[in-house]
Structure formats: C-alpha cells, structure tokens
C-alpha cells in the first residue's frame, strides 16, 4: 500500500516506536507476531465470525435522504453506531483480543475518553473470561458517567486518571505505566490508531472493516465503485483511518479529516492538533501534537471527550503532510448543533464525535451527483446529559 507503513514502523516522517526499555519486549513480541495471527486462517475466521453475529456487521450504509436535498448531494451515513456497544471500537476490541489470546495473555488493560473504548473492551473481556482493567480521567468519568457504569456492569475495574487535564492523555499514561509494571502477562488493548508501532498499522487494519463494506455498499446503492468525498471526525483517528483505508490509493476520493475545535482554534481550549501542533513525540509513535516551544504537552480541549486528544495517529499526520487528506476543524457549538439537525432531520441521535464530522457538511459545496459518504461512527445515548444541559430540553 502506496500510503501504508514501512518495515521500520513508519508513515514518511511519522510513526516508529518510542518507547521506555521495560516496554521493549511487550512491543517487540506484538511487532513480530501481529502480521503472522491476523493473517493466520483460523484468526479470520473468529474476527469474521464475531464481527457478523456479535457486532451485527455488515453495518448498513443509509442513505439520508433528507440531507441529500439539504446539502445538494447524495449524502450516506456508514452506520457503526448501530454496531453492538454503540461505536466503531468494538471492531478493533474484538480483533485485539483474539489476538491477546493467542498471545496467551491473562490480563487486559485499556485507556477510554468517551468511555466507548473502555466499553468495548469491558465487552470483548467478558466475551472471553479475562481481566480487564480501564484507565479513565477523572473529567471524563463524570461526564460519560453512563459508560462507567457500563464497564463496572460488564465486570471491568474502571481506575480514574488524575493527573493533567484529567482526559484521554493521562488515561493513556497511566495505562502505560501499568504496562511497564506488567510486561509478562498484560495485553494493552489501545483504542485508536496511536502508540508505538505496530498499534497504529493493527488497529487501522481492524478497522479497515469499514471501509471495506462502504465501498461494495456504494456499488450497490449507485453503481459508482467510488464516491466523491468521505468524511469522518479524528480524535485519535481510527474511525477515520477505517473509514478512508480501502479508499487511500484511489487518489480520486477526496478525504477530509474533522478534528474538534473546542470553544476555537485561537481560544486556548481547542484540540485542533493540526491546526495547532507540530511535529514531536507523543505515547510512543512520532507524530503531530499540541505542545510549547520546550515540547511540553498542551492540554487539549473539546465538548466531545473521544476527541479531546493533543495528537493524531502518525498515519495520519502523514496523510496531512503530504496532502492526501485534507484536514478541518469544527467547534463544539457546530457540533452539538449539527448533533441536532441529525436527530431532527433523520431521526439519528450521533454520538457529538461524529456530529463533527456532520457539521463540516455545512461548510463545504457540492455538485449534484456528489457520492459522499460520512462516517456516523457512535451513537449518542452517551452525550445526552451534554446536549440537555446545552440545548436547555
Ligand atoms: C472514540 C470515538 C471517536 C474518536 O476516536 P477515533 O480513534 O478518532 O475514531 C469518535 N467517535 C466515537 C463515537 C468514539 O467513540
């Protein structure tokens, strides 16, 4: 793949393995393991499985009618809210924890910002009888409180970051350092396309899913092998790199990239990270993060906590440096007004992540046989609380 990941675990200038020593032989073993088990028959055939009668995949690409007339374009949603636990993660959870097993781990930890990611593995841990720990920040468990009763519910320990911001950065540290204290019997399910190499590359094929099915689906809806545009929100990335994987060498697809503006991108409460980021080291890989001048992490802001991340997947700071996927960034109150127009308009309450990706609609032009398709990637049961108190119901 033109776009994929060299054999040194790089995207360009962008990926690799920073990583402290104690780590190095978790890391390694998954770096020469990971290509052999998903690749192997009998692995397929489980994800396969799992992924039909567990998650209920396919999921279904909608055509939205109503916002086809709105926006002058066939407009499609790819609907991984409808997947079991309510996002895309349960994809890239299952795939993990097939292969935590053949890698003969007892133990599982895992960092969450929305709490879908802790979800789906609290999910995947109780499928298959194993330990789970997640690692949360303290803002976040107050405002996702319904995923944290999830997670306890499905038997998983849920431990409250309480450093920084209190958001999805410090649960990603501290499950880190439960990793360096834990090499021999722990699997550290990460839930988006970051970490040190080869988390990046795995968790964009588990993912790949997505685009996979979309591609055939918009065959059938139009007849058209590709569509114009594709859209989806990135706090990490990986909705939006499953999302444009399959579409990546077809350089006529245009993809765009929503990050979360938070209260603006010169507000000083953003996580707007190509906007605002430069190139540096962030949770293992090299990548684009919000930092100072002296490489000190800023603390990132956004109403959507699965978004509130000070850094990108290096595959995706690839695709921004090289400009093969354009990047954008929208505010909360675009977001949780597009969140709205979605309910009213199509009878979809979106998770206010991918309500992002729906706001960028509103800035862009269309011609009228337009295929494009956004990535709908949760549903929004979890951000209710949010839009009450926003929209005063
Ligand atoms: C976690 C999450 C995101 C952001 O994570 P990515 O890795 O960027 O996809 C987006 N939408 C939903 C619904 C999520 O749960």
Same mark, same amino acid.
């Given at each position: 793949?033109?776009?994929?990941?060299? @054999? !040194?675990?790089?995207?360009?200038?962008?990926?690799?393995?920073?990583?402290?020593?104690?780590?190095?032989?978790?890391?390694?073993?998954?770096?020469? !393991?990971?290509?052999?088990?998903?690749?192997?028959?009998?692995?397929?055939?489980?994800?396969?499985?799992?992924?039909?009668?567990?998650?209920?995949?396919?999921?279904?690409?909608?055509?939205? $009618?109503?916002?086809?007339?709105?926006?002058?374009?066939?407009?499609?949603?790819?609907?991984?809210?409808?997947?079991?636990?309510?996002?895309?993660?349960?994809?890239?959870?299952?795939?993990?924890?097939?292969?935590?097993?053949?890698?003969?781990?007892?133990?599982?930890?895992?960092?969450?910002?929305?709490?879908?990611?802790g979800v789906a593995t609290a999910t995947v841990c109780a499928?298959?009888?194993?330990?789970c720990?997640v690692?949360?920040?303290?803002?976040?468990?107050?405002?996702?409180?319904?995923?944290?009763?999830r997670m306890?519910?499905l038997g998983a320990?849920?431990?409250?970051? $309480?450093?920084?911001?209190?958001?999805?950065?410090?649960?990603?540290?501290?499950?880190?350092?439960?990793?360096?204290?834990?090499?021999?019997?722990?699997?550290?399910?990460?839930?988006?396309?970051?970490?040190?190499?080869?988390?990046?590359?795995?968790?964009?094929?588990?993912?790949?899913?997505?685009?996979?099915?979309?591609?055939?689906?918009?065959?059938?809806?139009?007849?058209?092998?590709?569509?114009?545009?594709?859209?989806?929100?990135?706090?990490?990335?990986?909705?939006?790199?499953?999302?444009?994987?399959?579409?990546?060498?077809?350089?006529?697809?245009?993809?765009?990239?929503?990050?979360?503006?938070?209260?603006?991108?010169?507000?000083?409460?953003?996580?707007?990270?190509?906007?605002?980021?430069?190139?540096?080291?962030?949770?293992?890989?090299?990548?684009?993060?919000?930092?100072?001048?002296?490489? !000190?992490?800023?603390?990132?802001?956004?109403?959507?906590?699965?978004?509130?991340?000070?850094?990108?997947?290096?595959?995706?700071?690839?695709?921004?440096?090289?400009?093969?996927? !354009?990047?954008?960034?929208?505010?909360?109150? @675009?977001?949780? $007004?597009?969140?709205?127009?979605?309910?009213?308009? @199509?009878?979809?309450?979106?998770?206010?992540?991918?309500?992002?990706?729906?706001?960028?609609?509103? $800035?862009?032009?269309?011609?009228?046989?337009?295929?494009?398709?956004?990535?709908?990637?949760?549903?929004?049961?979890?951000?209710?609380?949010?839009?009450?108190?926003?929209?005063?119901?």
């Amino acid at each position: 793949m033109k776009y994929g990941v060299n @054999e !040194q675990g790089y995207y360009g200038d962008f990926g690799g393995a920073y990583i402290p020593e104690m780590l190095y032989p978790n890391v390694e073993e998954l770096r020469q !393991q990971y290509l052999n088990i998903i690749n192997d028959a009998g692995f397929k055939e489980e994800f396969d499985q799992l992924l039909k009668d567990y998650v209920g995949r396919p999921s279904p690409l909608y055509h939205a $009618k109503r916002y086809s007339e709105k926006y002058g374009a066939n407009i499609f949603f790819k609907r991984e809210d409808l997947n079991h636990t309510g996002s895309h993660k349960i994809n890239n959870a299952i795939g993990q924890i097939l292969l935590a097993q053949r890698l003969g781990k007892k133990r599982i930890i895992a960092e969450t910002g929305a709490g879908q990611h802790g979800v789906a593995t609290a999910t995947v841990c109780a499928l298959k009888g194993i330990e789970c720990v997640v690692y949360m920040g303290e803002v976040d468990m107050e405002r996702q409180a319904p995923n944290v009763a999830r997670m306890k519910m499905l038997g998983a320990t849920v431990v409250p970051a $309480k450093s920084g911001s209190k958001t999805l950065k410090d649960a990603t540290n501290e499950a880190l350092r439960d990793w360096i204290a834990n090499p021999v019997d722990t699997h550290y399910i990460i839930g988006s396309v970051v970490g040190p190499y080869p988390y990046p590359d795995m968790v964009a094929r588990f993912q790949s899913i997505i685009s996979l099915e979309a591609k055939a689906q918009l065959k059938e809806h139009t007849g058209k092998e590709l569509p114009e545009y594709v859209l989806a929100c990135v706090g990490g990335g990986s909705n939006a790199m499953g999302m444009f994987y399959h579409f990546l060498d077809d350089e006529s697809v245009k993809l765009v990239a929503v990050e979360a503006a938070g209260k603006g991108v010169d507000s000083g409460h953003s996580a707007a990270t190509t906007f605002l980021g430069r190139e540096g080291v962030l949770h293992g890989s090299r990548t684009i993060l919000m930092q100072t001048d002296d490489g !000190q992490v800023v603390e990132p802001y956004s109403v959507s906590a699965g978004l509130d991340y000070p850094g990108i997947g290096p595959q995706h700071a690839h695709l921004y440096k090289i400009n093969r996927a !354009q990047y954008v960034s929208v505010t909360d109150d @675009e977001a949780l $007004k597009a969140g709205l127009l979605c309910s009213q308009m @199509e009878g979809i309450i979106p998770a206010i992540e991918s309500a992002h990706a729906f706001a960028q609609l509103e $800035k862009m032009k269309f011609k009228a046989d337009d295929n494009v398709i956004v990535c709908l990637s949760g549903r929004g049961d979890k951000d209710l609380d949010t839009y009450i108190k926003y929209f005063n119901f």
